[in-house]
């Protein structure tokens, strides 16, 4: 991958910390009811990828996967100082080879990134994804 130190790897390969990934949820703004406990649970659950500065985790992606025809891409984030290297690319073509053989993968984003999506090969539907969000 790209720069001196810069790395995308899969979490089965290199483990990604837990509260390395609530780090960068907080820069987004995103997820802030998340424990350590929940995202450790959620990296043991299903297919992940960390982006890498040297020891520093700059980005991330993960799959929920049934683990034979279907898997849906959530939380693809990446650092601020580390965007327009090309590490969301990396991390979704790394998360796509982990996701090898399955017949289909969606990934939920914001309408402003479905120029990126599409030049990795991912079509807008017209399904419409709803949310029913429960309150912790």
């Given at each position: 991958?790209?720069?001196?130190?810069?790395?995308?790897?899969?979490?089965?390969?290199?483990?990604?910390?837990?509260?390395?990934?609530?780090?960068?949820?907080?820069?987004?703004?995103?997820?802030p009811?998340?424990?350590?406990?929940?995202?450790?649970?959620?990296?043991?659950?299903?297919?992940?990828?960390?982006a890498?500065?040297?020891?520093?985790?700059?980005?991330?992606?993960?799959?929920?996967?049934?683990?034979?025809?279907?898997?849906?891409?959530?939380?693809?984030?990446?650092?601020?100082?580390?965007?327009?290297?090309?590490?969301?690319?990396?991390?979704?073509?790394?998360?796509?080879?982990?996701?090898?053989?399955?017949?289909?993968?969606?990934?939920?984003?914001?309408?402003?990134?479905?120029?990126?999506?599409?030049?990795?090969?991912?079509?807008?539907?017209?399904?419409?994804?709803?949310?029913?969000?429960?309150?912790?």
């Amino acid at each position: 991958m790209g720069g001196a130190g810069l790395t995308v790897e899969p979490h089965r390969i290199r483990p990604i910390p837990p509260d390395s990934v609530l780090r960068l949820f907080a820069e987004v703004g995103w997820w802030p009811d998340r424990t350590a406990g929940d995202v450790a649970a959620v990296l043991g659950s299903g297919p992940a990828v960390g982006a890498w500065d040297g020891d520093q985790l700059v980005g991330f992606a993960r799959a929920i996967s049934d683990g034979r025809v279907r898997a849906y891409i959530e939380d693809v984030v990446v650092a601020g100082s580390h965007r327009q290297a090309g590490l969301g690319r990396a991390l979704i073509e790394t998360l796509n080879a982990e996701l090898a053989g399955l017949d289909v993968v969606s990934v939920f984003f914001h309408r402003d990134l479905e120029g990126f999506y599409g030049s990795l090969g991912y079509v807008p539907t017209k399904q419409v994804c709803a949310h029913l969000r429960r309150p912790r």
